[in-house]
């Protein structure tokens, strides 16, 4: 863990030095560090770039870390478009819902430490709020199944600015449960907001001093903080929209859901995050498991959601476990393997922006399966030239243009009918003659796996978190 560099300081002058210097060294000092993944990190990088340019993101940030060390940590855009300040390392960003990850780890600390029972009514903790006539517990609270709301239609912005966890209760405390707990899964912030009041009197003090002290200060969480609107905060980003063209975020202020989507933070502190996670010292094996590990209604259905983290399989069947976060100019994506001890954290300053599990599971591959190998080659001779074929997207039959040059600063793109071309970014070269090519395009990443015989190809693509079958035959040769 020596090579997370973290910047002080003590004057506004000293500040700016100081972390200048900061900036320099978490560029440079993971790369050097760490030449077996240049090849990873080339091809990463060069995916990023041409995400950037095709979702036409302001900002992106992104880090990856590998059995708690720092291997790559890049900024990409701006982190401030009218004043062309560019993202670096050390740029704040709106993780939105990546802050319930942070918040279950704070209420384990309760638990371990025997200050939280996560099945006691939470009223033992919170006798402000309001019997429902059922009791509703941490866990439920933590999983999503006590039935607690999520946002109305307009709640989205706010412009209190709420001085204590439990006056934010007020918005929601008077309405009824959804559902009985433990009958349904509904995904709810508000319930991470009687969550964090729960841990704040177990504590026996305020939410966000002691998620400081038990969570950010032990981990050296240095550069995340609550986003209070008020504060001067070096090195938050300015926070963008998109309509039709990118805008000025709507203002908000996001005191009324620090625990469930309120916090600002880097990409290098959310993997460092990850990676204590996973490399022990932390929180006990065990409450590291509950906390990955799926809930279940009382009828035995498996909700998908543990607690604070999504359980999944990556495409090879690779545990992993993450937590996507949107907020008002804020779009983050937290990934962790616990198997390879690889974690993976990218911010955006703009909602929408496709940073979701597919892109976390393409850059995954890069580092897991070619760390050395820079993939950002032509596409092999015998299978250049256009392409047409057939998929199936939402149902719905397409035809599209697929085409393989001999250019490696372009290797192809990919058109569905008259959707927006595809740039096809990188080429892999898999086993039994399959061969994967990754595309970045507005909506996001996309990932084709195809073998071909005789001018033809069959195969699959994922793209918008959907997988389907795609066929095609080669149209023209190329002119070269």
């Known amino acids: 863990m020596q090579l997370w560099r973290i910047a002080q300081a003590?004057?506004?002058?000293?500040?700016?030095a100081v972390e200048l210097g900061a900036q320099s060294a978490a560029f440079e000092t993971p790369h050097i560090a760490h030449r077996r993944y240049d090849g990873a990190i080339t091809t990463a990088r060069a995916v990023a770039e041409r995400l950037v340019w095709e979702a036409d993101l302001p900002g992106l940030a992104i880090a990856v870390a590998i059995r708690g060390d720092l291997v790559w940590s890049e900024g990409f855009g701006y982190a401030d478009l009218e004043h062309r300040v560019p993202v670096t390392p050390l740029t704040k960003f709106r993780i939105g819902s990546v802050s319930k990850p942070l918040t279950a780890a704070a209420l384990m600390t309760l638990v371990e430490a025997g200050r939280l029972d996560l099945d006691a009514p939470i009223r033992r903790y919170v006798r402000q709020f309001p019997d429902k006539g059922e009791p509703i517990t941490a866990r439920q609270l933590a999983g999503h199944l006590a039935g607690i709301r999520h946002y109305n239609e307009g709640e989205g912005i706010n412009y209190h600015a709420y001085t204590d966890v439990l006056q934010a209760l007020e918005i929601f405390a008077a309405d009824s449960l959804l559902h009985p707990p433990d009958t349904k899964y509904r995904y709810s912030s508000y319930g991470y907001n009687l969550l964090s009041a729960v841990i704040q009197a177990a504590a026996g003090e305020d939410f966000l001093r002691y998620i400081e002290r038990a969570v950010l200060q032990p981990l050296g969480m240095r550069h995340t903080i609550a986003d209070h609107t008020d504060s001067i905060i070096p090195h938050r980003t300015a926070f963008y929209r998109r309509d039709g063209q990118v805008l000025n975020a709507q203002f908000t202020d996001n005191s009324y859901k620090w625990a469930g989507g309120g916090f600002l933070s880097t990409a290098e502190d959310l993997v460092r995050f990850g990676s204590a996670l996973l490399d022990g010292g932390f929180l006990q094996a065990e409450s590291v498991e509950l906390l990955f590990t799926s809930q279940h209604t009382m009828a035995g259905e498996a909700t998908g959601y543990g607690m604070g983290w999504r359980p999944r399989e990556d495409w090879h069947g690779r545990r992993v476990v993450h937590h996507g976060g949107s907020s008002k100019g804020g779009r983050a994506f937290l990934s962790l393997y616990?198997?390879?001890?690889?974690?993976?954290?990218?911010?955006?300053?703009?909602?929408p922006a496709p940073l979701f599990e597919q892109e976390a599971q393409t850059l995954a591959h890069f580092f897991l399966e070619h760390p050395a190998d820079t993939l950002l080659v032509t596409a092999p001779p015998r299978i250049r030239g256009t392409y047409e074929f057939t998929t199936v997207l939402?149902?719905?039959?397409?035809?599209?243009?697929?085409?393989?040059?001999?250019?490696?600063?372009?290797?192809?793109?990919?058109?569905?009918?008259?959707?927006?071309?595809?740039?096809?970014?990188?080429?892999?070269?898999?086993?039994?003659?399959?061969?994967?090519?990754?595309?970045?395009?507005?909506?996001?990443?996309?990932?084709?796996?195809?073998?071909?015989?005789?001018?033809?190809?069959?195969?699959?693509?994922?793209?918008?978190?959907?997988?389907?079958?795609?066929?095609?035959?080669?149209?023209?040769?190329?002119?070269?």
């Open 338 to 351: 616990p198997e390879q001890h690889l974690v993976i954290a990218m911010l955006a300053n703009i909602n």
């Open 10 to 16: 003590v004057t506004i002058g000293a500040l700016y």
């Open 394 to 480: 939402r149902d719905d039959s397409l035809t599209g243009r697929f085409e393989l040059s001999g250019s490696a600063r372009r290797p192809g793109w990919m058109q569905w009918q008259d959707a927006a071309p595809i740039s096809l970014v990188a080429v892999d070269t898999l086993h039994a003659g399959e061969t994967r090519f990754v595309g970045a395009g507005a909506q996001g990443l996309l990932n084709v796996w195809l073998s071909f015989t005789d001018g033809r190809f069959q195969g699959r693509w994922d793209w918008l978190g959907r997988t389907s079958d795609i066929r095609g035959s080669r149209s023209r040769h190329p002119s070269n």
